[in-house]
T-cell receptor, first 109, second 115 residues
Framework: GQNIDQPTEMTATEGAIVQINCTYQTSGFNGLFWYQQHAGEAPTFLSYNVLDGLEEKGRFSSFLSRSKGYSYLLLKELQMKDSASYLCAPMDSNYQLIWGAGTKLIIKP | IAGITQAPTSQILAAGRRMTLRCTQDMRHNAMYWYRQDLGLGLRLIHYSNTAGTTGKGEVPDGYSVSRANTDDFPLTLASAVPSQTSVYFC??????????????FGPGTRLTVL
């Protein structure tokens, strides 16, 4: 079956760095997306990885290891506005996104 | 209009009633999607459309129907609502489906409560 595993909740301090891990099992693989979702709002696109390695985009970076079925999202210089849920979503062989339940990130001053 | 709009924003509905959730995009995207999001669960795909005139079933299609008469609109209909359909519904669109770089963009959502 297809499965996504992310921590349910994480807490970090403003200005610090946090890494949100995601492991996945899918039928085929066509890349992996990370989305951010603030409470009561829609998911918004953060990053896409299809090849192994690190993709950096400002304060956010995303890493992929296809052989391990593993990805992480790295957030640097945390700001209060980064308090949100972070959704890991690999794309399977049918180009369907398989969504994890998300990791709720709480930023404390 | 910029992006994707959904209507209504929220709705309380009596069980057994018929309801259509509306979704319109102005990005000329070929593919559109309907998801539901429930507490503690990931987004679940209800129906999708690769292009105008075609639709397909997702993970949880029972009790829902869709149509895609044109590129911009993708309404979702609950023929006879049941309390288990209480959820937040998101419409999304992407330039195409079947591409590894197919990024989905989401509407603001409709919060539906069925009593």
């Amino acid at each position: 079956g297809q499965n996504i595993d992310q921590p349910t909740e994480m807490t970090a301090t403003e200005g610090a760095i946090v890494q949100i891990n995601c492991t996945y099992q899918t039928s085929g693989f066509n890349g992996l997306f990370w989305y951010q979702q603030h409470a009561g709002e829609a998911p918004t696109f953060l990053s896409y990885n299809v090849l192994d390695g690190l993709e950096e985009k400002g304060r956010f970076s995303s890493f992929l290891s296809r052989s391990k079925g593993y990805s992480y999202l790295l957030l640097k210089e945390l700001q209060m506005k980064d308090s949100a849920s972070y959704l890991c979503a690999p794309m399977d062989s049918n180009y369907q996104l398989i969504w994890g339940a998300g990791t709720k990130l709480i930023i404390k001053p | 209009i910029a992006g994707i709009t959904q209507a209504p924003t929220s709705q309380i509905l009596a069980a057994g009633r018929r309801m259509t959730l509306r979704c319109t995009q102005d990005m000329r995207h070929n593919a559109m999607y309907w998801y539901r999001q429930d507490l503690g669960l990931g987004l679940r795909l209800i129906h999708y459309s690769n292009t105008a005139g075609t639709t397909g079933k997702g993970e949880v299609p029972d009790g829902y129907s869709v149509s895609r008469a044109n590129t911009d609109d993708f309404p979702l209909t609950l023929a006879s609502a049941v309390p288990s359909q209480t959820s937040v519904y998101f419409c999304a669109s992407s330039d195409s489906r079947g591409s590894g770089t197919d990024t989905q963009y989401f509407g603001p959502g409709t919060r539906l409560t069925v009593l």
